[in-house]
């Protein structure tokens, strides 16, 4: 099973801030996914990268297949952006290893 | 398109009684899956199904039933619920392989008394 780590588990950031969450894993990959869930609970896909790096809005997920890493950015950082932040590996066939998240506040 | 829809958002069930939760998509997806959320660990796979009439297990399958009769709807069925099954449970369909995006319904908060 592919081990997967997030860093930090809480950020505190102020409003305008730039935000980098880490991931990395244990075992090489075909795809990792970043994915948000808001206070509400629901869970929304937000990138699915294999190589280099993706942008959407303010959003930027990079990978580092070599060094089996991951990262997310978010952009002059606003209060809607507090949500958690999860990182998903691929684990055998169909199935998907979840980190356990990165909380994130952003104060006004 | 409603894309998954999950019922009930809220559930009390005594130990030992039984319950379904309901989950369907209409993206015609093949993959579908259940996960367990608890505090402190990662989504963790229940059971999962890449096409109607196929089933498999995930990492936590125990007290867990699953079927696929047709495309679009994938219950999960606890036959004896134990406090241990208190949980938030969320289902997601795909396309089916490891390079295509999940849904996921809004989820189901199960608490087991």
């Known amino acids: 099973k592919n081990e997967v780590e997030q860093s930090p588990q809480n950020l505190t950031a102020q409003e305008g801030e730039f935000i980098t969450i880490n991931c990395s894993y244990s075992v090489g990959i075909s795809a990792l996914h970043w994915l948000q869930q808001h206070p509400g609970g629901g869970i929304v896909s937000l990138f699915m990268l294999s190589s280099g790096k993706k942008k959407h809005g303010r959003l930027i997920a990079t990978i580092n297949i070599q060094e089996k890493h991951s990262s997310l950015h978010i952009t002059a950082s606003h209060p809607r952006d507090s949500a958690v932040y999860i990182c998903a590996v691929p684990w055998g066939n169909e199935k998907l290893t979840f980190g356990t998240g990165t909380r994130l506040t952003i104060i006004p | 398109n409603a894309g998954v829809t999950q019922t009930p958002k809220f559930q009390v069930l005594k130990t030992g009684q039984s319950m379904t939760l309901q989950c369907a998509q209409d993206m015609n997806h093949e993959y579908m899956s259940w996960y367990r959320q608890d505090p402190g660990m990662g989504l963790r796979l229940i059971h999962y199904?890449?096409?109607?009439?196929?089933?498999d297990q995930g990492e936590v399958p125990n007290g867990y039933n699953v079927s696929r009769s047709t495309t679009e709807d994938f219950p999960l069925r606890l036959l004896s619920a134990a406090p241990s099954q208190t949980s938030v449970y969320f289902c997601?369909?795909?396309?089916?392989?490891?390079?295509?995006?999940?849904?996921f319904g809004n989820g189901t908060r199960l608490t087991v008394t």
């Open positions: 199904s890449v096409g109607a009439g196929i089933t």
């Open positions: 997601a369909s795909g396309k089916g392989d490891n390079n295509s995006p999940l849904h």
